[in-house]
């Protein structure tokens, strides 16, 4: 993996996000020096990209591409399509299309990136949406992968069936397991609880017999951190809102013990002694750490980093797309897909 | 109001959730002390409450009622239904109904609860669906008002406007508040984001012009405990997976912080140290300080305890019965309701 040209080559958008080349490119260094293999595209603005690659050496055999045009986080998904072929967003992506690199990474507008993706790489065979996963951290041992989280809004029983085989497949890749347990988000854990695209997507995945994954039934949101199941399946609506009602919640804590400790001498005094326990906090609930989410079921990879990620954000995003590449995710979904039919009797998507 | 005949009179389900009744006797105790003019009815098995009852003597004026059944957390609606007239939690309700109570109480199975109390009670002239409301902590000086969280799994625009009434009208009389910032629960806050439900919700509330509240667009989850917004509106499924993932973050960072204080001699010390910070925060998160969900839409008043609240947890959520029966909320929400529609040309429900 680490002589060079047969390493995973990756399509950077170098403008997207809240933070800019200067932290798009600081990421790539540090990727970059902890897997020398991997060779980057760089999509930007030529003079700043380049004034950027000169901070780090270790970028120096990077290509850069020059790209006029940046798609901010107004944009509509439909004006940005129009702006595939001249946008650092939309040029990425390309570059994966034309076979140019194995994946593209944004920090971008997630609409924007979702639309453009999904009419130039075009689904998988067989999938009628691509879904966005993404791992959280737990108190268990693993992560646990989550999708959709927000590329479709509305979904029926068929579109979660897929996910949770898409998201079964990802959590195998990404994260070595042999058989993940999936479950799917519901206000209940018994059988006549939610809606109804719910109840009947359990229905379909309860006739899975294959041994790649296992269908556990339901789960609480309450339960998501708790380390009792690997992959998480919900739609993109109820999927955003407990992402974001996490990291609030999160943020929301962390404030909280701020104004805390600020209170008194006492509670500074505590709070030095007890700065490696917070230490271990904020290392665990750092979103920075758990960086890179992935659209699933497209011809292609695309990786999307938060909008606010910092430099070691953006590398462990890059971290998570070379790890992909190389799980070669795309066949391994498009095998437990077939598998998964053929035991379902689920129909294909129209084409 | 302390003048003792003239004071609220609250059924109290004594047997349901999960703690039984000398938690639910000792709290009624609690809330008898802070407010005298309070008087119980208290359904339950005869031998174990009067046991209970002895031992708060604030509550020698308290009327028994033996009721020989209990609804448990696996019995489905429909069988509670079947058992209303038997049962501690029905008993509670149609006490309401026959005007022997003003409110009642219970920190049992909250489906049950729901069809039981709509089934009796009956919704509020005009409404289609009663919605469960809470006060959730936020940052700011004042709590936010959630509704609906998961008395109707699947809702469209007219229930989550009407949720909004009905939502702005407990703030008003819970909080004090003269005129609530109201937000629908959304994946964006651009108007083209989320559910055609939530959008067309968003375009009804938009033709509101009642100066007793007032219609601020969308939310995204991260933004609920920030105290930017008075009552934020959404189906019960989101609501539900909002709030558990909520409840499920704030338990998750608490045993984070155990572990890491319990890691080394140094953190243990910095965390006696730091006692009164964690107290703060355990009482601004403790569920028990924010109990008492309350049913809008209904011919009469019921709450929803926390089926693991504990005395004080259940005194206050008789704190919240205790208001709103002197704030007549069932006459307000129904003005509010009627101005809206005038407004809003908003249909009835048929009946």
Same mark, same amino acid.
Request: a negative charge; charged letters at 40%; glycine letters at 20%.
């Given at each position: 993996m680490a002589t060079g040209h047969q390493g995973p080559r990756i399509a950077l958008d170098a403008m997207g996000g809240d933070v800019g080349p200067a932290t798009m490119v600081a990421g790539a260094a540090i990727a970059r020096k902890r897997n020398s293999g991997i060779r980057f595209v760089l999509f930007g603005d030529e003079a700043q990209v380049r004034a950027e690659v000169a901070r780090h050496p270790v970028l120096a055999d990077s290509e850069i591409v020059h790209t006029e045009d940046v798609i901010t986080g107004d944009d509509k998904p439909s004006q940005a399509i129009r702006r595939a072929k001249t946008s650092s967003m939309g040029r990425a992506v390309l570059a994966v299309k034309d076979g140019l690199a194995d994946a593209a990474l944004s920090a971008g507008n997630t609409g924007a990136l979702m639309a453009i993706a999904k009419l130039n790489l075009r689904t998988m065979h067989g999938i009628d949406r691509p879904a966005l996963a993404a791992l959280m951290p737990t108190l268990g041992d693993n992560d646990v992968v989550m999708l959709?989280?927000?590329?479709?809004t509305e979904c029926d029983a068929r579109n979660l069936a897929e996910f949770a085989v898409m998201g079964a497949a990802y959590a195998r890749a990404a994260m070595g397991l042999s058989c993940p347990r999936v479950r799917l988000l519901n206000i209940g854990t018994e059988e006549l609880k939610g809606t109804g695209e719910v109840k009947d997507a359990a229905a379909l995945l309860r006739t899975q017999t294959s041994g790649e994954w296992r269908f556990d039934g339901f789960i609480e949101? +309450?339960?998501?951190?708790?380390?009792?199941? +690997?992959v998480v399946v919900t739609d993109g609506f109820s999927g955003n809102i407990a992402l974001k009602s996490i990291e609030g919640t999160a943020r929301f804590i962390t404030d909280l013990l701020k104004r805390a400790f600020s209170s008194s001498l006492r509670s500074k005094a505590g709070f030095l002694l007890s700065r490696p326990a917070f230490t271990l906090l904020r290392g665990h609930l750092d979103p920075n750490n758990h960086n890179g989410a992935v659209f699933l079921g497209l011809n292609g990879l695309v990786i999307k980093s938060h909008g606010s990620a910092d430099a070691t954000g953006t590398a462990n995003a890059i971290d998570v797309a070379v790890r992909i590449v190389s799980e070669d995710i795309t066949r391994r979904i498009t095998e437990d897909l077939d598998r998964f039919r053929t035991h379902a009797e689920l129909p294909e998507a129209a084409a």
């Open positions: 959709d989280l927000g590329a479709n949101a +309450d339960r998501l951190g708790r380390g009792e199941v +690997d």
